[in-house]
């Protein structure tokens, strides 16, 4: 069994920030990469930003310059730091970590970006 736990979200005001956390555990032999997706009401889940294992790290055109995803080398996880945040931005947002040759999904964090 795999499990993939995320931490972080909530409310932030515009031009704020926010930092989503994620990290996957149990028997994992193989790790591909591992990223951020969000899906907002209405519309088609895309991805926000993923880092491979090698470290090659892949970001939607649309957060490029104000967030950036991190991977923690001595553990599967990730975390990804949002700046300068956009009402745009809000959304429900998923971690995906391709482990064993499969996607596997986190339940979701809301986001929401408000004044």
């Known amino acids: 069994q795999v499990q993939v736990v995320e931490s972080g979200g909530g409310l932030v005001q515009p031009g704020g920030s926010l930092r989503l956390s994620c990290a996957a555990s149990?028997?994992?032999?193989?790790?591909?990469?591992m990223g951020w997706y969000r899906q907002a009401p209405g519309k088609q889940r895309e991805l926000v930003a993923e880092?491979?294992?090698?470290?090659?790290?892949n970001y939607a055109d649309s957060v490029k310059g104000r967030f950036t995803i991190s991977r923690d080398n001595a553990k599967i996880a990730v975390t990804l730091q949002m700046n300068d945040m956009r009402p745009e931005d809000t959304a429900v947002y998923y971690c995906?970590?391709?482990?064993?040759?499969?996607?596997?999904w986190g339940q979701g964090t809301q986001v929401t970006v408000s004044s």
């Open positions: 995906c970590a391709v482990v064993n040759y499969l996607p596997r």
């Open positions: 149990g028997d994992i032999f193989s790790f591909r990469s």
């Open positions: 880092v491979t294992s090698g470290g090659v790290t």
